[in-house]
């Protein structure tokens, strides 16, 4: 079965400064890979998704994730942190069937003014 | 744009007591789930339905049932509830192989 890390439950950045958030997939490549964003009481949402076509995604709000096949890595970046940002955010991989998906256990971003 | 429409969002119940909480998606979508999420442990599979009749068990699924009603609904059924089922609970839905979409959560305490 598919497996995601998330190094680091809590960072914390300066307003303006990088953001970069961790994720560590297991080894074997999986379909697609995901970053969701989760705003207090609120559900998931959609950030990027990784689909093989390229290997730099581009997501919303400014977000962006590599995907580097000899790391087994697949990290969030966004150049500068904007307060709005502040939130729980989470890697995810589908299995191969495409039915079913794994969660990071997730990194909650502190921005701080 | 509805999405994916879970109710209730909020409910207390008391040890014992049985609830059953609905979920709808309007996408045309062929899969559905049910998560749980606590602190600290992320997001956990209860039970999934990969199609209209079928449903499959998740990393988490004792004390739990489900029903896949139709290829809409997919609700999630506590027939006894305890106090480690304190938790926000959502419902998902997919195309196969696809993006996975959520519902705004429902937040169920077990006194």
């Known amino acids: 079965a598919q497996s995601v890390t998330q190094l680091g439950s809590h960072v914390s950045v300066s307003e303006g400064a990088l953001v970069l958030l961790r994720c560590n997939y297991s080894s074997s490549v999986p379909p697609y890979l995901f970053w969701y964003v989760q705003y207090p009481n609120q559900g998931l949402q959609l950030l990027l998704k990784y689909t093989s076509a390229a290997t730099l995604v581009k997501g919303i709000n400014g977000f962006e994730a590599e995907f580097k096949k000899s790391e087994t890595s697949f990290h969030l970046t966004k150049p500068s942190a904007h307060m709005s940002d502040a939130a729980e955010y989470f890697c995810?991989?589908?299995?191969?069937?495409?039915?079913?998906?794994?969660f990071g256990t997730g990194t909650s971003l502190t921005v701080i003014p | 744009n509805a999405g994916v429409t879970q109710t209730p969002k909020f409910q207390v119940l008391k040890t014992g007591q049985s609830m059953t909480l609905q979920c709808a998606q309007d996408m045309n979508h062929n899969s559905m789930y049910w998560y749980r999420q606590d602190p600290g442990m992320g997001l956990r599979l209860i039970y999934y339905?990969?199609?209209?009749?079928?449903?499959d068990k998740g990393e988490v699924p004792n004390g739990y049932n489900v029903s896949r009603l139709n290829k809409r609904e997919f609700s999630l059924r506590l027939e006894s509830a305890a106090p480690s089922q304190t938790s926000v609970y959502f419902c998902?839905?997919?195309?196969?192989?696809?993006?996975?979409?959520f519902g705004e959560g429902s937040w169920l305490t077990v006194v």
């Open positions: 995810a991989v589908s299995d191969s069937t495409g039915n079913q998906f794994y």
């Open positions: 998902a839905s997919s195309l196969t192989g696809n993006t996975i979409y």
């Open positions: 339905s990969a199609s209209e009749g079928t449903t």
